[in-house]
């Protein structure tokens, strides 16, 4: 399922925090948002998960508004991973992933056998199966942040949506949280701070400035030394990774600031 946001704007307390933002996911591609701290990555992506409206332009999820979507459908259709990830109560790890399933329940009906081997599924993708009795304020932010990804795995959705998933991972992880991305199928909308994982994970990607698109296109295309340069303020030199191709940038710490 295709994901649309057309001429998105965000306007709060007199500031512009995204302008006239328009960004093609296409259906099972995974588009990275990249940009400096405050560039309006995170509040494009709240849009998208209806945790803010905008203020001007639309979310389309296929050929449907969003914003006409019961909260309901909206949830069938579309799961995220936020940055904060915030787990207020105690719950165990296998009832917090068991609450992906919310969104298709009908009053307190329980689950059923394929949800709950579906649970047990994203527990295992996520490596998280040992951890299924703990309580998830036990668990370190690392680990934490797995169960909120296999739980919104759970859910089924059709566009997952994630803002800074390798916060807190290992590296291991985050090499598999991104292989995981890419396997999945689904239409992936994730905003990454490292640019060298965006390049490995993403098929394109969406540079934002201020609240604005500045570029977007293949990694290759946007992963430039001028871009890197004049959006990011760091010198860097790419280069293509010896296995994959994908563009990879070396960055020197004599570069002046």
């Known amino acids: 399922m295709e994901l649309t946001l057309d001429g998105l704007s965000v306007v709060t307390d007199g500031r512009s925090l995204v302008r006239e933002l328009s960004l093609t996911v296409p259906s099972g591609q995974v588009v990275g ?10 509040t494009a992506l709240r849009c998208v998960y209806r945790a803010l409206r905008p203020s001007s332009g639309t979310v389309r999820v296929g050929e449907e508004d969003l ?3 019961t909260m309901r459908r909206s949830a069938q259709l579309v799961a995220a991973m936020t940055q ?4 207020d109560l105690d719950f165990t790890v296998e009832e917090v992933v068991a609450l992906g399933r919310t969104p298709h329940l009908r009053g307190n009906h329980a689950l059923s056998g394929r949800e709950q081997e579906l649970c047990e599924r994203a527990m295992d993708r996520l490596d998280i199966r040992h951890l299924a009795r703990r309580g998830v304020l036990t668990l370190s932010g ?11 795995l759970v859910q089924e959705p059709r566009i997952l949506v994630l803002d800074e998933p390798t916060n807190h991972l290992d590296v291991r992880h985050q090499v598999e949280l991104l292989s995981l991305l890419r396997d999945s199928g689904l239409t992936v909308l ?10 490995a994970a993403c098929d394109r990607l969406g540079v934002l400035s201020r609240g604005r698109l500045v570029a977007s296109g293949t990694t290759g295309e946007v992963l430039t030394t001028e871009l890197v340069d004049e959006v990011f303020g760091v010198k860097a030199s790419v280069v ?17 600031l």
Do not use: C, F, M, W
Not at 33 to 42: M, T, Y
Not at 84 to 87: L, S
């Open 190 to 199: 994730v905003v990454l701070h490292d640019l060298n994982l965006a390049a």
């Open 142 to 152: 690392g680990e934490r942040r797995r169960v909120l990804l296999a739980r919104a």
């Open 84 to 87: 904060d990830g915030a787990v």
């Open 67 to 69: 914003d006409r979507l």
């Open 240 to 256: 293509a990774h010896p296995l994959t191709g994908h563009p990879q940038l070396l960055y020197s710490l004599n570069s002046p």
């Open 33 to 42: 948002l990249i940009g400096p701290n405050g560039s309006g990555k995170s």
